[in-house]
């Protein structure tokens, strides 16, 4: 699916999605990732499956400065376990779960206004 938004031309958005990978900018991500203000970062869990997830995980995006950051969870919708996302908690990081769709069209709504947030994509290994 494409999206479509206005805004400034340097803000990196989510321009697609799809089984397997997120869009942003029109360039293709098969990889799990972070998408802040701060660019596209590769995410610690690539190549791993929800279940590896580990506090770790989000203790590194816990070190971004962000106010909330939103977790896709892949094609469907499942949500971590409360004692590995601890780490957002202490670091006052709302979080917010949803599928890969909802995490693309929210990412660009709350971007474009202006807000301080993040988006960590779990990208689905085949």
Request: charged share 15%.
């Amino acid at each position: 699916m494409k999206l479509h938004l206005n805004t400034a031309p340097n803000q990196l958005l989510f321009t697609g999605y799809a089984a397997g990978h997120v869009l942003i900018g029109g360039t293709r991500h098969d990889t799990s990732l972070l998408l802040s203000a701060r660019g596209v970062e590769v995410a610690p869990w690539a190549g791993l499956d929800f279940t590896a997830l580990t506090a770790a995980h989000f203790a590194w995006i816990a070190k971004h400065p962000i106010d909330i950051v939103l977790l896709g969870t892949g094609s469907r919708l499942r949500f971590p376990h409360p004692a590995l996302t601890r780490p957002l908690l202490d670091a006052r990081i709302g979080l917010e779960v949803m599928d890969i769709g909802a995490l693309c069209r929210t990412y660009n709504i709350l971007a474009a206004e202006g807000r301080n947030v993040g988006a960590a994509v779990l990208i689905d290994p085949v």
